[in-house]
């Protein structure tokens, strides 16, 4: 799109058109993704106090067809909050942050778009509910981000996605059009669900503002387990036997492999082994319901030890234990990034494949680069893996640059063939922009681009992620 760039002078108009706007030199803290990969560019960032301030920045942005880059928490890993051009402006919802209403009697609760999504959890629990959503970084990411992204998490297994947390947005379009459609319904099918439309677009068709998100009555019980598996087949058997033993309180189930505590070590995070020995595959299986659920567990354990679909197990016996299981899983994304991936991938595939999956992209990537380690983790509940490809030891990360281009093909090429997405719960942003155009259903991605021409004909918002530019890297 022909994008005009910002100018001081532009600027200066936005702050004569709104007084209350706070705009920010782009400060380096703004123009970095967490790993560091790559920097962005920005003219300033602007920093509006409520909806009405939003819509009245993005009429001028596309009158003057000057791009904006909605900026959440910072927390992405796909570039979609970081752009390499001149020019652009950042949009920051960090000083909406109100939470406006908690409804325990209808389990729901309102916020606005710079909430992060920490406080919404401790917001639901001092009214006696439960927001279900976890990532690693909730104490940075933010509601709008959050939704714009789609995210996973550890309880999708049960709670499902971020879409099926929410009941209702506010939310403002491209040329400033405002969406007041903050919900506390169940059931409305009055026309088309913009809702889910602006959920998981990334900031490209608009910015969502604030949003009304589902809680649920918290669980009497948790139970959490540490195990030792064979393989990624044991664990998908083990997840099917404790689902039909148990029902849907099976609230997280996550695999592991050895690697990644590897990595842990190898960085001097001292995390004790809560098994025996160290086996090569684990997996953090948790329940939560009802009284009874926590021997219930461990009734279903005992049967999985006596068909040997596990060769080792510890139960937490108290909240500190618990934490210190989950510490371990959820610090294994910060030793890998403190090692440096070569590539990180966020790949989902049909349970039935995910074994298939692990065992031929291993042969795929190690035909690339026969040195490489990999640390293969995640939700594997839901299907999803974040499966990371790592130099060997003593060596970068810069000196595969020349393969890395066809590492990361490999694994998607293993992932489109076996039915899986290139994208599980990250998102698209700048990085993929080509995966998407490769392995997408043509009339599919015919139809998002007519959806993006009509809701941003100009293509100020987030220009260049998702649906056209140059991905990065």
């Known amino acids: 799109m022909n994008l005009t760039p910002a100018t001081p002078a532009f600027l200066d108009h936005l702050k004569d058109a709104i007084p209350a706007l706070r705009c920010d030199p782009a400060s380096a803290g703004w123009l970095e993704e967490p790993r560091g990969k790559w920097q962005g560019q920005a003219l300033a960032v602007l920093r509006p106090s409520c909806v009405e301030e939003v819509a009245s920045i993005l009429r001028l942005c596309n009158e003057a067809r000057v791009g904006i880059i909605p900026y959440g928490g910072g927390t992405g890993l796909v570039g979609g909050q970081v752009i390499e051009a001149p020019g652009v402006l950042l949009l920051s919802l960090d000083r909406m942050h109100a939470i406006r209403d908690t409804a325990p009697e209808d389990n729901m609760i309102e916020v606005e778009a710079g909430v992060t999504l920490q406080s919404v959890q401790e917001a639901a629990a001092a009214a006696g509910r439960l927001f279900p959503l976890s990532i690693a970084s909730e104490g940075t990411a933010r509601i709008g981000g959050v939704l714009a992204t789609n995210a996973g998490g550890t309880g999708v297994l049960r709670y499902g996605n971020t879409r099926d947390l929410v009941l209702g947005v506010e939310a403002v379009l491209a040329d400033g059009t405002i969406i007041r459609d903050l919900k506390r319904l169940r059931k409305d099918n009055t026309g088309y669900d913009l809702r889910h439309l602006l959920i998981g677009s990334e900031g490209t068709l608009g910015v969502i503002t604030a949003a009304s998100l589902r809680l649920f009555p918290r669980p009497a019980e948790r139970a959490t387990a540490f195990l030792a598996v064979e393989g990624p087949a044991d ?21 592991m492999h050895r690697q990644g505590m590897d990595f842990l070590d190898e960085h001097g995070f001292q995390m004790p082994d809560p098994l025996e020995t160290r086996p090569d595959w684990m997996v953090l299986v948790e329940t939560s319901g009802a009284s009874g659920t926590v021997a219930a567990l461990e009734q279903a354990l005992g049967s999985a030890f006596e068909e040997e679909r596990i060769s080792d197990a510890v139960l937490a016996q108290s909240d500190a234990q618990r934490d210190a299981l989950w510490a371990i899983r959820e610090t294994i994304p910060e030793g890998n990034r403190l090692t440096g991936s070569i590539m990180s991938h966020d790949i989902s595939a049909p349970l039935s494949r995910l074994a298939t999956f692990v065992e031929r ?7 690339v680069a026969p040195d490489v380690r990999i640390n293969c983790f995640g ?11 790592f130099p060997a030891q003593g060596r970068a990360r810069q000196d595969y640059a020349a393969q890395t281009e066809d590492i990361q093909r490999a694994v998607h090429d293993v992932t489109h063939d076996l039915g899986g997405s290139v994208s599980a719960e990250h998102g698209v942003g700048r990085l993929k922009v080509s995966d998407l155009e490769r392995y997408s259903d043509a009339g599919r991605l015919r139809t998002q681009r007519a959806v993006k021409a009509a809701l941003d004909p100009r293509g100020i918002l987030n220009p260049g992620a998702v649906l056209s530019g140059a991905p990065l890297g």
């Open 361 to 367: 992209a291993g042969k795929a990537v190690r035909a």
């Open 379 to 389: 939700h594997v509940g839901d299907g999803n893996l974040h499966y990371n490809v």
């Open 235 to 255: 664990a998908l058997a083990l997840l099917h036997a404790l689902q039909s033993q148990l029902g849907d309180v099976v609230t997280a189930f996550e695999l």
